[in-house]
């Protein structure tokens, strides 16, 4: 496929970039790792008039545990960046396990969080972990800057609540706290495709018991799914009954496509939903 010819325009600070997007409209798309956009790009989906790389920012970059619990990161932080920092794996491991999982070395090098985040693929990790965690995304437009829970940012297919004049600068997670287990499970057909299913889960429990549960599935509707019937089934259940009280997935809308069935996503995402829980109290008894 080839593509029509654009024009390159380099950003030096976020500020300049969200001008440029102003300037050109809807002609423009951002480009900082290039691993969303420029596949969609050689496939003819998007055709964008001008590109606006933030690659070279200095700002953005940052990996930081915060004093009031919760752990600071940048847009610009690459995905193997994210994997591979120690002090991030320590303060949320989940977020860590999901970065190690993404695509393969030459997708982890070069992708971005905020990149990935705003693309919303249904099936990415790091917007499945930012839902399970409650994260909140920093966005801004140059001019002005918000924040955004992530169950609001992610609005569907590759659809999100950023304006045409926005972008993700940073992200705030919780870090884990104390007795809180964790796991993220997946499956794909091979090693770096795209999720058939996937789950992020983190549990608190206490003398057997679940006092509190977070779960999320991926890849199986139009966005990262919170499953608010399961963690309410769980709340006060003994950690041995975990897989009992996992009942029928509600909530999700998987579709047939050429890797699976719909039917069997269903199934398989109950699979990984009780996994990922059972891993996660195990965890938590553990940090107990």
């Not at 933030?54 to 009031?68: K, P």
């Not at 926005?166 to 809180?180: D, Y």
Request: with cysteine.
């Amino acid at each position: 496929m080839f593509t029509r010819p654009f024009r390159y325009e380099r950003a030096g600070q976020y500020t300049d970039a969200c001008d440029l997007l102003r300037a050109y409209g809807e002609d423009a798309k951002v480009i900082a790792g290039g691993q969303s956009l420029l596949p969609m790009i050689n496939l003819g989906l998007v055709q964008p008039g001008v590109l606006v790389d933030i690659s070279r920012l200095a700002e953005g970059r940052e990996i930081t545990v915060q004093d009031n619990g919760y752990l600071a990161l940048g847009a610009l932080v690459t995905h193997a960046r994210l994997a591979a920092d120690t002090g991030a794996r320590a303060a949320q491991p989940l977020l860590a396990e999901a970065a190690r999982r993404i695509g393969n070395n030459r997708v982890r090098n070069r992708g971005t969080l905020g990149g990935s985040l705003a693309h919303a693929d249904p099936a990415a990790e790091l917007p499945l972990v930012m839902v399970a965690l409650g994260a909140s995304y920093e966005v801004t437009s140059g001019r002005v800057s918000r924040s955004v829970r992530a169950e609001d940012f992610h609005l569907g297919f590759f659809t999100t609540g950023l304006d045409a004049d926005e972008l993700i600068t940073s992200v705030r997670a919780p870090v884990l706290g104390p007795g809180w287990g964790w796991s993220f499970q997946e499956m794909s057909r091979r090693d770096g495709d795209f999720a058939v299913a996937s789950v992020a889960a983190l549990i608190r429990s206490a003398d057997g018991l679940v006092v509190e549960a977070r779960v999320a599935a991926g890849a199986v509707s139009d966005r990262p799914v919170r499953l608010a019937d399961v963690e309410s089934a769980l709340t006060g259940c003994a950690v041995a009954d975990i897989a009992a009280r996992v009942g029928p997935i509600q909530g999700i809308r998987p579709a047939d496509d050429t890797g699976a069935t719909a039917q069997y996503k269903e199934r398989l995402t109950r699979v990984l939903v009780t996994r990922a829980l059972e891993e996660a109290a195990g965890r938590s008894g553990e940090a107990a």
